[in-house]
């Protein structure tokens, strides 16, 4: 009987694929941020759309934390962003002599660096701020040390106010602050600042065509960026500098199973959206040109290629 049951049970098996399901897991950041969602949404389009992957969502500390499990193989894809990604893959800042072997699948959501002032201040360009009290960003954050990072290759001042988004927003109201830079929610000011504007008059601040330049030729860490008109109401068009959110991965990610996860996003319409909104109805595509900073994975790269896109020599991993 044993012998019997044991031939069944290995006709039975036959029947199914000889193989288990690679497990892809994706790092994210905390699973209170909305980006987590977002990457739960990743998975489901992976699982959806990719075969033989079963993708899982991983809890993690965000993009440094990110970078050190795909370095270690601990994770296969995660959340990074860009200005992070391109210290990792030069081998600089806090990975100064140890660059990372990187490549950047996808860019789904932009970080614009609104430079904010009170109208009433008087201040029209970003020169205007020297000796004018002003929070380059909230103590502590990737908005602060980029901040200051930006004016210090500019060569531009100003008399900084430190503080917390309360603290600050605050003082912007009463006039002890004269403004503050804060991340935009892809092309729209932020909630801290629309609140600020309910009552009080701003004024945006862009940068100029050689502050431009200057930027894209001193840090290549950050992106330089055109937002149009109404990123608030009354806003007109204007230029700053900033960093993405996207998805990387290491070369223990294969070819084609990046090309599948990439070709997934890119031709979803729907799933990501309702997970964030600031990626509902955007093209990926141009996102990721305009933001990325390090070459793309070979799978992404393929997947660009096939539909004719352009990739620029210092985004083409082929070129490298």
């Not at 950050?222 to 900033?242: E, H, I, L, M």
């Amino acid at each position: 009987m044993m012998k019997i049951a044991l031939a069944g049970a290995m006709a039975i098996g036959l029947s199914f694929p000889a193989f288990a399901q690679q497990k892809l897991l994706i790092g994210s950041t905390s699973a209170s941020s909305s980006h987590y969602g977002y990457f739960v949404a990743v998975a489901k389009l992976i699982n959806d759309n990719v075969a033989d992957i079963e993708a899982s969502v991983v809890e993690t500390g965000a993009t440094m934390d990110n970078l050190r499990r795909i370095e270690r193989k601990q994770i296969d894809l995660g959340l990074v962003t860009t200005n992070v990604a391109q210290h990792a893959v030069a081998g600089t800042n806090k990975f100064e002599g140890h660059a990372m072997d990187l490549g950047l699948l996808w860019v789904y959501t932009g970080a614009p660096q609104n430079v904010i002032v009170r109208d009433d201040a008087g201040v029209e360009s970003l020169a205007g701020l020297a000796d004018v009290r002003f929070n380059p960003g909230i103590k502590g954050s990737a908005t602060e040390s980029t901040t200051e990072a930006v004016f210090n290759a500019l060569g531009l001042s100003a008399d900084y106010v430190r503080g917390s988004t309360t603290d600050v927003v605050d003082m912007i109201k009463d006039n002890r602050v004269a403004g503050y830079v804060k991340s935009g929610a892809g092309e729209k000011l932020d909630s801290s600042t629309i609140d600020i504007a309910t009552f009080t008059p701003i004024r945006v601040l862009g940068l100029t065509d050689d502050q431009k330049a200057t930027l894209i030729e001193k840090m290549p860490d950050v992106s330089v960026v055109d937002v149009p008109a109404g990123a608030a109401d009354g806003v007109p068009a204007y230029t700053t500098w900033s960093f993405g959110v996207g998805v990387g991965a290491g070369p223990n990610l294969s070819e084609e199973t990046a090309y599948q996860i990439v070709k997934a996003a890119m031709e979803d319409k729907e799933v990501q959206g309702a997970a964030m909104a600031s990626v509902k109805g955007v093209d990926l595509a141009k996102l990721t040109l305009q933001y990325a900073t390090i070459p793309l994975h070979p799978g992404a790269a393929k997947w660009f290629r096939e539909q004719g896109i352009e990739i620029p020599a210092r985004l083409d991993p082929a070129k490298q």
